[in-house]
């Protein structure tokens, strides 16, 4: 019998999740939060119930058994750095999630949430790739000061179910492809996926690679050092501006890049400029990790909310086409990234590790 799942992805404005029975989707939602409405939660934790109630009150209108799964698979968050694949959310996993180990993000709810969910079927939860998936080469570990080590922290989910999209398309296997894949939304990575592996990436959450529509990306370090000794900003004024109140939001005031590229469609100079800008930064990375693959590339995949913007997708064309085969994918592929991992745990095709 086809088994059931539940799939929980909960992100920074968002709660996506899903039914399945099999790979038949029984029914899917993406609810969007507002800033007001998640205003009065301290910590991004304190959203776990306003978040687990409403999955629950949707299960009750389309009239799903909330004890009937098989399994409950969430978007992994901020552990510390682990392999790709799929794991169990234990005990120790939940802990990390709930004091935020490596940092807070609202994917650090997937895991909690999945494991709440599973325990009224006394199902299994998982999580599969998260955002902490560490497989970076050694070069890429090393930064210009030893006191400050690269983190691997990215949209591996995604980045890794859109590069075996690719690899597909290809007639090829994943682990035999070497690919670029740019993940362009409220977070941007680059990563580089060499045979399987993603050798390198910038970390989206904090202070690397381009900027988003609310994430600075790398930023002069001397004029922030001077910035944090100044006495003008508080610490989380200053990581506000690098997470939340960066790129777009910080020049524009809005972080909707729909909304951007409407504005510099309209003829609004400035948009039209950072618009431009952000195309211009993420091709530049995507030059780089061409230096990374030693121009050996099998494809470059664009994707996240942004690759749905064909004036984006025009500028990066010119810039990068001459680099190999892009492949565009729009948007994001993560609920049935996460239904397949958790399918693959269940018939044992994929083994479950667990957090240690
Ligand atoms: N058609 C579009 N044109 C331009 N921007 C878009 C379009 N569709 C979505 N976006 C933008 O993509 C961003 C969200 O990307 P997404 O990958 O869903 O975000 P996240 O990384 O937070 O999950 C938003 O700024 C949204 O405005
Ligand atoms: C935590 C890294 C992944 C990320 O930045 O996700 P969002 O773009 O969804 O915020």
Request: hydrophobic share 40%.
């Amino acid at each position: 019998m086809n088994k059931r799942t539940l799939v929980i992805n909960p992100g920074s404005s968002t709660t996506k999740f899903a039914v399945y029975e099999g790979t038949k989707t029984l029914f899917s939602r993406s609810m969007e939060h507002t800033a007001e409405e998640l205003a009065p939660f301290e910590a991004i934790t304190d959203q776990f119930e306003f978040r687990t109630n409403l999955i629950l009150s949707v299960l009750r209108e389309e009239g799903i058994d909330p004890a009937g799964f098989d399994a409950v698979i969430g978007r992994g968050g901020l552990l510390k750095p682990i392999r790709g694949g799929v794991w169990a959310v234990n005990e120790l996993m939940l802990r990390d999630l709930q004091i935020g180990v490596s940092g807070q993000h609202a994917c650090n709810l997937g895991g909690i949430m999945a494991f709440e969910m599973a325990k009224k079927s006394k199902a299994p939860a998982f999580i599969a790739d998260p955002v902490v998936v560490d497989e970076m080469c050694d070069e890429a570990r090393i930064s210009g000061h030893p006191e400050f080590p690269r983190r691997s922290i990215f949209h591996a989910l995604n980045q890794k179910a859109t590069a075996r999209r690719a690899a597909g398309e290809m007639g090829k296997k994943y682990e035999e492809c070497r690919l670029i894949v740019a993940h362009i939304g409220g977070g941007i990575s680059v990563g580089s996926h060499v045979e399987g592996r993603v050798i390198d990436v910038n970390n989206a959450l904090n202070g690397e690679g381009p900027f988003s529509t609310e994430r600075s990306g790398g930023l002069p370090v001397g004029q922030l050092v001077d910035l944090c000794f100044s006495g003008t900003k508080t610490k989380q004024e200053i990581q506000k501006m690098i997470k939340g109140g960066g790129g777009f939001q910080a020049y524009l005031g809005t972080s909707n890049g729909k909304e951007v590229a409407n504005r510099a469609a309209a003829g609004d100079a400035k948009a039209n400029l950072l618009f431009r800008t952000l195309a211009y930064q993420v091709a530049k990375e995507i030059g780089a990790h061409a230096t990374v693959l030693e121009g050996r590339i099998d494809g470059i995949v664009l994707t996240g909310g942004l690759a749905n913007d064909k004036w984006l997708m025009e500028i990066l064309h010119k810039r990068i086409s001459f680099l190999g085969r892009i492949f565009i994918y729009p948007g994001e592929d993560e609920l049935e990234a996460l239904r397949d991992a958790g399918l693959r745990a269940l018939t044992g095709e994929s083994e479950v590790q667990q957090y240690q």
